[in-house]
């Protein structure tokens, strides 16, 4: 076992002990446990029903994360629903194909596709190392077309709309009634906002941001305080690229989390963000606040990570070399940097053509004529 590996399990198990869950047997015993589970299995007559439920998902509830085993069902559901009845053999690219076309009629996004096709890709190599499955059948791919119209809607967010969204996000000092019909006439959560600003300001992904808590601020690092992306083991939650990272505040975010600090008596420990139902568990998202937003300002509905693009594109438009945006970020490529991050807008544009002078219109023709002469 690798170090990398025996690293990952320590961390599955430190979480299922916080979660009081059972903790399973040493590796070694619990894959021969596995392998002869499959073992059981009569190749001739598996089907793919029997491998995800029998095989498959309980190799993923045993060494990945809580939420990465829910997601894991979730897709495997899905998959049984068309696919489960067909033993292994039969698993063709045509009926892959047919699938992806029937999932997306049914208005499913592609990521979720994605998702769904890696499962099987997976489960069914596993197939063929535990020999019920004699070669990979060739699967169909799927293109993440919603994640690229979610990057077209990084454009619009110049600084006057980021502004607006945050002042349609904010809640009012004073709300016109007290009470209509059992509600506000007016709700605006302040959470929400403080996740908005956060995002703008430290360009943390959604799952790292609503993942944070107090312990994670320090409020005199560098002056202004920063905040630390680290594993969260309780909520099956680690940074992306499995590197923890230490992203320094900006004026404008340390002086709204130390009011927001402030007003709920200085906690030292605690979920920034808590779920409004359970305080014990962090807050799941804040799309739905955004949303609301967005369409009030007239902007298309953004997704959450659209915040981490804008801030991206703000900070290389302010010079910022792509190794700190990097290490600010917690990109591991610089390719992917260049191809998504990196936006400019046109007002940008036009600023350096007029600081480099290539927009700039010549002299008057007389004026060139009389240097011509002097020279």
């Not at 085993?69 to 897709?75: D, E, L, R, V, Y």
């Amino acid at each position: 076992m690798s170090a990398r590996e025996a690293k990952r399990l320590k961390t599955v198990l430190v979480g299922k002990q916080a979660q009081g869950r059972l903790v399973e047997p040493p590796p070694s015993a619990r894959s021969s446990t596995t392998a002869a589970k499959a073992a059981s299995l009569n190749p001739s007559n598996v089907t793919l029903e029997h491998l995800l439920q029998q095989v498959y998902l309980p190799i993923i509830e045993r060494d990945k994360a809580p939420k990465t085993h829910a997601s894991a069902k979730t897709a495997a559901k899905n998959l049984e629903a068309r696919l489960g009845k067909l033993q292994l053999d039969e698993i063709r690219f045509m009926m892959v194909d047919a699938y992806v076309t029937a999932r997306k009629k049914d208005g499913r996004k592609t990521r979720t596709i994605q998702l769904e096709l890696r499962l099987l890709k997976v489960a069914l190599k596993h197939a063929v190392r535990c020999e019920l499955l004699d070669e990979l059948p060739d699967l169909p791919s799927v293109r993440d077309t919603d994640r690229r119209d979610m990057h077209a809607l990084v454009r619009p967010l110049t600084p006057d709309k980021v502004h607006e969204l945050l002042s349609e996000l904010h809640p009012p000092d004073q709300q016109p009634h007290l009470v209509t019909r059992g509600r506000p006439p007016q709700y605006r959560d302040y959470l929400s906002f403080l996740a908005v600003l956060m995002a703008f300001n430290t360009g943390m992904r959604k799952s790292e941001l609503l993942t944070r808590t107090w312990a994670d601020v320090d409020w005199h690092d560098g002056g202004m305080g920063s905040i630390l992306v680290c594993p969260r083991p309780e909520v099956g939650f680690q940074p992306k690229g499995r590197k923890d990272r230490c992203i320094p505040l900006t004026p404008e975010l340390r002086q709204e989390l130390a009011e927001h600090h402030l007003r709920l008596g200085r906690p030292q420990i605690g979920w920034i963000f808590p779920s409004p139902k359970d305080a014990s568990k962090p807050r799941q998202s804040f799309a739905k606040s955004l949303a609301r937003a967005s369409k009030a300002i007239g902007l298309p509905r953004l997704h959450p990570h659209a915040l981490r693009h804008a801030w991206a594109s703000r900070m290389a438009m302010a010079g910022v070399d792509r190794w700190t945006l990097m290490e600010l970020g917690g990109w591991q490529s610089g390719e992917m940097l260049d191809q998504i991050y990196t936006h400019v807008t046109s007002a940008h544009m036009q600023e350096a053509m007029r600081e480099t002078g290539v927009g700039r219109s010549p002299p008057p023709l007389a004026d060139h004529l009389m240097l011509v002469e002097e020279s």
